[in-house]
């Protein structure tokens, strides 16, 4: 068989969606699209949907947050529907063997992967007649280095224009030993999905400043999540800022007032680094981001003492930094700025900003707002509706953009989650449902987004909570290859039942740790917690740098998938992340026993 990896700096893409249209010229939705749950993935579906509605392409879109729900999902629909000819992965089914899973030897179908995890499964790379891999052709495969193979993707049974594929013998092909050591490999981040269909759209003359906004979030979130480091994610910046300026019809400056921008710009500009400051106070955005957390010691009694004095050398008075951010004048943001340049590096805040995009709809909103609140749209769920923190932002304006959003022109089926995994639950598809919708351009979408804002900060003050009472008891065990800790008893822990969240925690300890001294040999950190609701611990694997550090290969996620396999734990996949996974709470000493020896 021939195989090929379809790069985005290739011709390939426009030939690869001339056969999803031809596929489409049958009467029926033919095109298939799975999501996972996370921030880039949708933003990337919005880009693709749009332009298979652009085409005429009818479609249907599933959420899906583990491959147990994956395999569920695509069994039921594809039995209810035999006209889907094209099946969109996004996010998912790269570092999974698909074919096996689908079953593809039975169905006249072909698949088509953007995924931003890496390494592939070696499965997806060989004996394949129809996966496609799009990549950014910088994404490494999980193949055995002394091969020395070039893998250039996958081929499907028809020849699409391609002459320069390689063809492989089946003495080339890996046997089993080799391919479980692959499967082992550390785990990282490619190009984003968002920016993967992005360039596709450009590819084809369909992109605009809709789907260049949603790649420039798919970005960002990677960065927020730290699945990139700050040297990749400068590259992605100076990358999309060039797309920002090439379409840009003014230059804006920092002191443009919002109502001489005009509507739908896209505006490249430092951004600070404290936590939805523009839908909170600066006092309680800055004490509650990990940046600030970290640098003023915020666990300790005296980091808010320290905060409280970084505002009085400011000469900012309380009447304003306790005032919403909204709510202050331009003058009072200017002065803020210019004292956070003079004295911020006196209380070690060298570097409160960092590069990034803002956009005009009915208010401003920046890249990171907009990742915080999606992913708390994700995360958060019914059991937050009733939580309260101290919300001081402003309502939005009415956005009065919403007749581009109407439902009778929709083509796309929102389909329902098969019901494998407890986590796919109605619930589960609400939330990802309320999450796409709060990234549309219409007056449900402001306001969706609003109230992801407030759940967002409702799980910030849980994490810093957790975090602050996680050094106070010293509960994070330092002996062993890794560092590690249990949640057992918190009255916090329904909120750390979300992979994300409590990914967020341990960031939070792991760059904490460091800044205490107390971790000055790195060592991968493992946290879990008890979700009482179902007897299982979610468990998380991070590498144990610091976040200021470029982000490392993770190899947490091998040992996870390994010592499930050792011990025989129930093991469950979340989120598509070898690194995020379920173990019954009967099994969590012997699974935990056999990672730290």
Known sequence: TKAMIVKITDDKFDALFKMVKEDALESGITVLIFVAYDCDALCACHILTACLKLEWVKFSVMGVNSYENLDASFQKEIAANPSYKSVFLINCGGNFDIFGLFDLDEHDLNVYVIDTHRPYHPANIKNMKNIFLLDDGTGEVALPSRRNRSMLGRRRRRDY????????????????????????????????????????????????????????????????????????????????????????????????????????????????????????????????????????????????????????????????????????????????????????????LPDVTFPSFLRKRSNIYSASDVVYSITALLEGGKSLESAKVPDLSFASSKNDSAAQEKDGEEQSQRASQGQSDPASSSESCEQFWTAFDALSNSERGAELFLEGTRIAKVLQVEIVKQAKEIIQKKEVVQTGPFRSCVLTESTSLSYFSNPLTLKQLAHFLVDTLIEMGVAKKVKPFVIAALNESNGTYLVVGIPGNHSREPVEKNPIGASLTRAAQETQSHLISHAFETSVVSVRQTDLVRFMDYLRS
């Open 161 to 348: 224009g391609s002459d320069d594929e390689e063809d492989f013998s089946d003495d080339d092909e890996l046997d089993e030993e080799e391919e479980n050591e692959e499967v082992y490999k550390p785990s990282f981040y490619g190009f984003t999905a968002a920016g993967i269909l992005y360039a596709l759209a450009a590819q084809i003359s369909l992109s605009n400043d809709d789907m260049l906004w949603l790649a420039i979030v798919g970005f960002t979130d990677q960065f927020l999540h730290q699945k990139i480091g700050y040297d990749r994610y400068e590259q992605d910046y100076l990358h999309f800022k060039e797309e920002v300026l090439d379409k840009a019809e003014d230059f804006f400056d920092d002191q443009m007032s919002q109502s001489r921008i005009p509507v739908g710009s896209i505006i490249e500009q430092t951004d600070y680094k404290f936590f939805l400051y523009r839908y909170w106070n600066l006092y309680d955005s800055m004490q509650y981001s990990r940046y600030i957390f970290i640098r003023l010691h915020m666990w300790k009694s005296h980091g808010i003492k320290k905060l409280e004095e970084l505002f009085a050398r400011m000469a900012i008075p309380c009447s304003d930094y306790l005032k919403p951010y909204q709510a202050l004048g331009t003058q009072e943001r200017t002065r803020v700025a210019e004292k956070l340049e003079i004295w911020g590096p006196n209380f070690d």
